[in-house]
C-alpha cells in the first residue's frame, strides 16, 4: 500500500504538480514521497522475515514428522521379525 502511494505522488508530481510546487512544498512533498518508500521497504523486509520463520518452522516439522515415521517403520519391522521368529520355534 506504501509503495502505491509513493508511486501515485510519483506520477502526479510528473504530470500535476511539475513546475506548480516550489519552495517548501516541493521539499514537503518530496519529504512524504520518501517516508511512504522507505515505509514500503520496511514492511517489505518484515514480510521476507516472517515468511522465512514460517518455512523454517514448516522444514523443522516435516524433518520431526519424517523421522517419526522412519521410528515407526523400524518399531514395526522389528515386531514383525519377532513374532516370526516366536512362530517358527
Keep these: 500500500m ?3 502511494i509513493a508511486i501515485g505522488m510519483l ?3 510528473e504530470y ?3 513546475g ?3 519552495g517548501m512544498a516541493a521539499l514537503a512533498f518530496w519529504f512524504v514521497c520518501f517516508v511512504f518508500t522507505v515505509l514500503a521497504i520496511c514492511a517489505a523486509f518484515l514480510d521476507v522475515r516472517a515468511l522465512r520463520r514460517t518455512t523454517s518452522n514448516e522444514q523443522r516439522a516435516l524433518f520431526q514428522d519424517t ?3 522412519i521410528s515407526r517403520e ?3 519391522k ?3 521379525s519377532n513374532e516370526t521368529s ?3 520355534v
Design 2 to 4: 506504501c509503495l502505491l
Design 11 to 13: 506520477v502526479a508530481d
Design 16 to 18: 500535476f504538480f511539475r
Design 20 to 22: 506548480r510546487l516550489g
Design 67 to 69: 523421522l517419526q515415521d
Design 74 to 76: 523400524k518399531a514395526g
Design 78 to 80: 522389528s515386531k514383525d
Design 86 to 88: 516366536r512362530t517358527e
